[in-house]
T-cell receptor, first 114, second 113 residues
Framework: GENVEQHPSTLSVQEGDSAVIKCTYS??????FPWYKQELGKRPQLIID?????GEKKDQRIAVTLNKTAKHFSLHITETQPEDSAVYFC?????????????FGGGTRVLVKP | ETGVTQTPRHLVMGMTNKKSLKCEQH?????MYWYKQSAKKPLELMFV???????ENNSVPSRFSPECPNSSHLFLHLHTLQPEDSALYLC????????????FGPGTRLTVT
């Protein structure tokens, strides 16, 4: 089955700096890669996703890149703010009509220091 | 946020107790999921339901018993749990089984003593 590795497990950055989180996946058939943000005590929420026919996607201060050949994808947060502090999870799935089973990475705890 | 709700939010139970977790979604979705989130481990998919029918059991021990009476409600019945079952149990839903985005509930923090 699919295996997703996520690094680093913790990341501390100064406010205004950039943060980068990297994930690798094992199943080359995976075609959907979402990123979820989970603030302390709250539910995971989808913040951005990318599909395998796209190499990069950007939404304001966050962007995701995908390298299908190397089977890795990354989340980039620019101009970090204290409210970006949270745990971020990457995931990969093989989306079919029969289902979209997400396999999650271990999470990255991001701390943005004011 | 009221899209996906879960009750109770916190639960402490002994190993011999029987309890149930409840999830309700108000989004008109047809697929529902149970996940387990343990400390320092990835989110683990437990069960998937599509139009009330179970489509996936991810090798979950029988002491966890799911029930989906309709597309809006999902239960997780618990009995004779072990301390290592202590975790945050998250419910999620998606419009269809093939839909990409899943919407999570706030979770039930379970402690087994």
């Amino acid at each position: 089955g699919e295996n997703v590795e996520q690094h680093p497990s913790t990341l501390s950055v100064q406010e205004g700096d950039s943060a980068v989180i990297k994930c690798t996946y094992s199943d080359s058939a995976s075609n959907y890669f979402p990123w979820y943000k989970q603030e302390l005590g709250k539910r995971p929420q989808l913040i951005i996703d990318i599909r395998s026919n796209v190499g990069e996607k950007k939404d304001q201060r966050i962007a995701v890149t995908l390298n299908k050949t190397a089977k890795h994808f990354s989340l980039h947060i620019t101009e970090t703010q204290p409210e970006d502090s949270a745990v971020y999870f990457c995931a990969a799935s093989i989306g079919t009509e029969a289902g979209n089973k997400l396999t999650f990475g271990g999470g990255t705890r991001v701390l943005v220091k004011p | 946020e009221t899209g996906v709700t879960q009750t109770p939010r916190h639960l402490v139970m002994g190993m011999t107790n029987k309890k149930s977790l409840k999830c309700e979604q108000h989004l008109g979705h047809n697929a529902m999921y149970w996940y387990k989130q343990s400390a320092k481990k990835p989110l683990e998919l437990m069960f998937v339901y599509n139009f009330k029918e179970q489509t996936e059991n991810n090798s979950v021990p029988s002491r966890f018993s799911p029930e989906c009476p309709n597309s809006s409600h999902l239960f997780l019945h618990l009995h004779t749990l072990q301390p290592e079952d202590s975790a945050l149990y998250l419910c999620a839903s998606s419009r269809y089984l093939s839909s990409y985005e899943q919407y999570f509930g706030p979770g039930t923090r379970l402690t087994v003593t």
